[in-house]
């Protein structure tokens, strides 16, 4: 049986020379003793009863997401007719939300059977240079993804052009450039900070907000608020560039004649619209919720919505969405299971 709480809870704390900063010498004045590792309290607040169904259920969306993205790459890679600008951004876009899974997902799994849920100072800055690094990326190749649509629609005499495999390279390799340098940025932001007193996170991995209650000093007010600046300025920034180019999509499938014309072209559009929408509206609720009382239970659960449920839906979204896709799927499964029909 799983136990909610830990007798590791109330260890004392290792002095670590590296982490004392200009502010963290009154700290330490005070008698407080410095932070070595940091307790993940998770779920370990709930039910031990729910602790099995709470496994076997992100255990099943974490390998259906791996599967998913994994079947969308390769039915990208085998067939030549998706040889296209939008699919490569598609593989990118799966990529990204592999590795953003493996950064948090395996250790949220581990910790809901276990009963020692310390992550050690090194860890818990590599498990957020990582979720920020690959959170930012995603949310960038989505801006790119819709730049594609925009001009796919737009510009469809100079779309080979404007958008050759030259340009598709560099419009991906900024964008994990970007996500990699906001990610060291907001991991260097926190981590500059001096934690020292109480070393438990309320919550499942190590989120940003949540180590920000833990640090002292004078900065941490300033750097919370720089935090969560940059994190929404991000996430406003894409949004307002995705909707800009629907605006310009709609503008020009208005202007076709025929319904038919105007149905096919916009169909082009929806599986991207449609995770557009899951993923900034459940980012939204993370980190533009309002403040108002309620549980860390309840802000656990609510934060799985962005880390677990919508990677989990992405795939589907875009193997049920994307008729071309979804079509290719089939072909690929025919040639496996049956190559004599096919």
Known sequence: MLNSASPSWNKPYTFIPF????DAASVVGQNYSMVSEFIIVGFSNFPPQLLPIFFLLFLLMYLFTLLGNLLIMATVRSECSLHTPMYL???ALSISEILYTLAITPRLLTDLLSTHRTITFVACASQMFFSFTFGFTHSFLLTVMGYDRYVAITHPLTYNVLMSTRSCAHLVSWSWAGGSVMGMMVTLIVFHLTFCGSNVIHHFGCHALSLLNLACGKETTSVTLGVILVCVTVLMGCSFLIVLSY???????????SAEGRHKTFSTCVSHLTVVIVHYGFASIIYL??????SMDSSTLMATTYTVFTPFLSPIIFSLRNKELKNAIKKSFQRKFSPLSS
């Open 289 to 294: 919720k309002p403040i108002l009382p309620h």
């Open 89 to 91: 951004f598609l593989c």
């Open 247 to 257: 605006v310009f999509i709609v503008a020009a499938i208005l202007k076709i004649p």
């Open 19 to 22: 982490l004392v900063s200009s």
